[in-house]
């Protein structure tokens, strides 16, 4: 039962984990981390993302345009932007270490120890991947609430909001950080499921009188 919890474990964390990374990565490149509706022209909405700003129309037509320069753009995105590239890169890692660990996987059950060190590593790895995906998003809508209640801005003036994407990279970055939790956990499984296996038992051999080596006929099958 022990085993079979523990192997329910690692599927989970195993299912978190890739949730996270491909929800990490979506949140990476779609431009929905702020939204702004203009009310001098209902007909049109903004979206930014760290890589380009959209112009949806009523119509559906979507015009996006890339960011100008990157040394041009506010602290906040130009730092998300490499924080959230470190977490695709670091979630795609702890997903590979941690699928070779897992204890239904071929490679490497002969060495408990090495399948061990692979969970841990790609616990961990997932785990900082997720933290990096939760500060750049976390900054953003920091920045993007003070923006919208600064009071030195004229009320006129149309307010950013928070975006479809800023509550995608919190998800994904829950997901990270449990999937990975539950992988690092779940090591304890690779150590006891898999007993050393026992020792091949050999006859000892007697030596009889002309020098050479017989079996003894009696106890050969009791002596180790």
């Known amino acids: 039962m022990a085993g079979g919890w523990w192997a329910k474990a690692q599927a989970g964390g195993m299912l978190l984990a890739l949730l996270g990374w491909v929800s990490s990565c979506v949140t990476t490149f779609v431009p929905l981390w702020k939204n702004l509706n203009l009310d001098l022209?209902?007909?049109?909405?903004?979206?930014?993302?760290?890589?380009?700003?959209?112009?949806?129309?009523?119509?559906?037509?979507?015009?996006?345009?890339?960011?100008?320069?990157?040394l041009a753009l506010p602290p906040e995105l130009r730092i998300s932007r490499l924080l959230m590239c470190v977490s695709n890169g670091l979630g795609l890692l702890g997903c590979l270490l941690a699928a070779l660990g897992l204890e239904g996987w071929r490679a490497c059950e002969d060495k408990p120890g090495q399948k061990q060190r692979l969970l841990l590593a790609g616990g961990a790895a997932l785990g900082t991947a997720g933290i990096t995906t939760l500060v750049p998003v976390s900054w953003v809508a920091y920045n993007t609430v003070l923006d919208f209640w600064d009071e030195t801005v004229p009320d006129i003036v149309p307010r950013w909001e928070f975006g479809e994407a800023t509550f995608l990279g919190w998800f994904a970055g829950a997901f990270l950080a449990a999937g990975g939790l539950l992988l690092a956990c779940s090591t304890r499984s690779v150590s006891t499921a898999t007993p050393p296996a026992p020792a091949c038992r050999q006859p000892r051999s007697v030596r009889g009188p002309a020098g050479g080596h017989h079996p003894h006929p009696k106890n050969a099958d009791l002596v180790i």
């Open 41 to 70: 022209n209902e007909l049109e909405v903004w979206n930014m993302g760290l890589w380009q700003v959209c112009i949806t129309q009523e119509e559906g037509v979507v015009d996006c345009q890339a960011h100008g320069s990157f």
